[in-house]
T-cell receptor, first 113, second 115 residues
Framework: AQKVTQAQTEISVVEKEDVTLDCVYETRDTTYYLFWYKQPPSGELVFLIRRNSFDEQNEISGRYSWNFQKSTSSFNFTITASQVVDSAVYFCALIRGFQKLVFGTGTRLLVSP | EAGVVQSPRYKIIEKKQPVAFWCNPISGHNTLYWYLQNLGQGPELLIRYENEEAVDDSQLPKDRFSAERLKGVDSTLKIQPAELGDSAVYLC?????????????FGPGTRLLVL
């Protein structure tokens, strides 16, 4: 069975601080895909990144970066110099083959000015 | 390019009443998904369509929930009769392929409150 764990329920930071959101996953498959989505107060899930299990290169996109480590089954997300607009709930998700996308319970990030 | 469109955005009904949600996927996306999101939880899949065929409806409570995607484009999810526990956000998503690894793009959701 697949499982995604986001142990951090809520994180509060002050603007310009760096923050890392943790994601730990479980799967017995060697081929799978990992995702991060952002859900702002408006409710829409916004796609951030998709990574396949064979690509362990870290990725950076502006202030966002992702650290994928198969050895620890983790796919952590870091926001550098956080901004108030980053306040949202962030979901990590996993899918393999034709199975359903399995989400974690989300981490609520609150960035204060 | 327009994203996934859902309507209504909000719906308040009394228990035992019927309710329907509509979704129009991104143009060209053959795969459409309906998810249920309870407060404080991640979305959970209800049903997946490949064109007009429901290929995974194992999580859909068929006694009161039904869905259709007659022409393989837009879709409707219905609850009849609604119960208090159905209060949640209903999300629609679409993707360009059904192999599972394609990125799913989500709509804004319909927030349902059953009184």
């Amino acid at each position: 069975a697949q499982k995604v764990t986001q142990a951090q329920t809520e994180i509060s930071v002050v603007e310009k601080e760096d923050v890392t959101l943790d994601c730990v996953y479980e799967t017995r498959d060697t081929t799978y895909y990992l995702f991060w989505y952002k859900q702002p107060p408006s409710g829409e899930l916004v796609f951030l990144i998709r990574r396949n299990s064979f690509d362990e290169q870290n990725e950076i996109s502006g202030r966002y970066s992702w650290n994928f480590q198969k050895s620890t089954s983790s796919f952590n997300f870091t926001i550098t110099a956080s901004q108030v607009v980053d306040s949202a709930v962030y979901f990590c998700a996993l899918i393999r083959g034709f199975q359903k996308l399995v989400f974690g319970t989300g981490t609520r990030l609150l960035v204060s000015p | 390019e327009a994203g996934v469109v859902q309507s209504p955005r909000y719906k308040i009904i009394e228990k035992k009443q019927p309710v329907a949600f509509w979704c129009n996927p991104i143009s060209g996306h053959n795969t459409l998904y309906w998810y249920l999101q309870n407060l404080g939880q991640g979305p959970e899949l209800l049903i997946r369509y490949e064109n007009e065929e429901a290929v995974d409806d194992s999580q859909l409570p068929k006694d009161r929930f039904s869905a259709e995607r007659l022409k393989g484009v837009d879709s409707t999810l219905k609850i009849q009769p609604a119960e208090l526990g159905d209060s949640a956000v209903y999300l629609c998503a679409s993707s360009s392929g059904g192999a599972g690894q394609e990125t799913q793009y989500f709509g804004p959701g319909t927030r349902l409150l059953v009184l």
